[in-house]
């Protein structure tokens, strides 16, 4: 069975840096073709995918948000951990990790964590 | 990056009734080497996160009832309910996994009418 959980703060000040963590069970992220991305909705507005890593430790991110991203894994305790520098009352976002095998769609998520910009 | 459009933003559909929601992608999604349509549709029902109801366009995920199905192919795809419950009321979002950024249409709301 597969679960994907974020954890990290709920409140961050404008301009300080954003770090989520997403711990997953019932899939290892060394199998080949395995991935964890980051996907966020702000309240009320659709979804916006953010960033990926694969297996291989291959990683993609949104073109637009790319200077402000880094995505990392640590296999050993299932993790996947996504910093977002310089955040602002825009940003104000469900952030949720999700499950994707290379190809497919994001099949599994995460119940998502809120996270407020603001001073 | 691939802009994915749908249509119509909202729709209340009678119980019983068929919901049908639309879905243009800015170029084909379609993978020539297997034929497949990298299209993704997702309900998102209040305070929940989505859920993975169809892929290549129009294989049920597991679980997912048969009143839904997806058809289409290239650039042109639409999800239909085809007897609306009323737990079916929820945000759809189409998504193109065909290549990175991923991304998703802007939702089409289904209530109740």
């Known amino acids: 069975q597969i679960t994907l959980k974020e954890s990290g703060p709920t409140l961050v000040k404008p301009t300080q840096t954003l770090t989520l963590t997403c711990t997953f069970s019932?899939?290892?992220?060394?199998?080949?073709?395995?991935?964890v991305g980051w996907i966020r909705q702000p309240p009320g507005k659709a979804l916006e995918w953010l960033a990926l890593i694969y297996w291989d430790d291959d990683k993609n991110y949104s073109p637009s948000l790319k200077s402000r991203l880094t995505i990392t894994k640590d296999t050993s305790k299932n993790q996947v951990v996504l910093t977002m520098t310089n955040m602002d009352p825009v940003d104000t976002a469900t952030y949720y990790c999700?499950?994707?095998?290379?190809?497919?769609?994001?099949?599994?998520w995460g119940q998502g964590t809120l996270v407020t910009v603001s001073s | 990056d691939i802009v994915m459009t749908q249509s119509p933003d909202s729709l209340a559909v009678s119980l019983g009734e068929r919901a049908t929601i639309n879905c243009k992608s800015s170029?084909?999604?379609?993978?020539?080497?297997?034929?497949?349509?990298?299209l993704a549709w997702y309900q998102q029902k209040p305070g929940q996160p989505p859920k993975l109801l169809i892929y290549?366009?129009?294989t049920r995920e597991s679980g997912v009832p048969d009143r839904f199905s997806g058809s289409g192919s290239g650039t042109d795809f639409t999800l239909t309910i085809s007897s609306l419950q009323a737990e079916d009321v929820a945000v759809y979002y189409c998504q193109q996994c065909y290549t990175t950024p991923l991304t998703f249409g802007g939702g089409t709301k289904v209530e109740i009418k």
């Open positions: 999700a499950h994707r095998r290379a190809g497919q769609p994001l099949d599994y």
């Open positions: 170029q084909s999604v379609l993978y020539s080497s297997n034929n497949k349509n990298y």
């Open positions: 019932g899939f290892s992220l060394s199998t080949s073709g395995v991935g």
């Open positions: 290549w366009a129009s």
